[in-house]
């Protein structure tokens, strides 16, 4: 998907991205119940935003004829996520049983979530639990550049990578 710097390719990753997201939440968050929706037009727009983003950046800072690659995709498609807020609760989500309770805050966080979910959609590599609360926490509460972004998305990567790395000289080590 990096290498492919179309609107309609980016659109057609994050549609992908929800229809894997949307069990997951729900299984976690709301007992199994749909609870979940996505506004197609904010969904759109997100990622146009995130197009003239990327095409501005790569116009001003890469070569001639490069285009961004997957940490650039990561940082603005989850930038734009986060900022316009596609994913919202179905209304009746809270009429559930008291024994179907759905959890507010993951709730109300649902637009943070899938924006960490796309983030991480576009990386290699998982990046880790304690990197995650802090991302959930900053598409939720913080309005970052698409740069800063791109940039977190690489070093998550390379701490990944570096701490595979590692482990994997220690078990040869050990062995």
């Not at 930038?79 to 507010?104: F, G, H, N, Q």
């Amino acid at each position: 998907m990096a290498e492919d710097f179309s609107y309609q390719s980016c659109l057609d990753h994050v549609s992908e991205a929800w229809e894997l997201f949307v069990p997951i939440f729900v299984a976690e968050h709301c007992n199994g119940q749909k609870c979940i929706g996505i506004d197609n037009e904010r969904c759109t727009e997100a990622v146009g935003q995130a197009i003239k983003d990327l095409g501005r950046m790569a116009a001003m800072h890469l070569p001639e004829l490069a285009l961004p690659d997957s940490h650039k995709f990561a940082g603005f498609l989850s930038k734009w996520i986060a900022k316009i807020k596609p994913a919202y609760i179905i209304p009746d989500a809270y009429s559930l049983p008291p024994e179907k309770t759905v959890r507010p805050k993951e709730m109300a966080m649902i637009n943070a979530y899938f924006a960490l979910y796309i983030f991480r959609s576009l990386l290699t590599y998982n990046i880790s639990e304690p990197m995650k609360i802090n991302l959930l926490y900053s598409f939720h509460f913080r309005d970052w550049s698409g740069e800063t972004l791109a940039l977190l998305a690489y070093a998550c990567e390379e701490i990944t990578k570096n701490t595979l790395a590692l482990q994997d000289s220690s078990e040869l080590d050990d062995g």
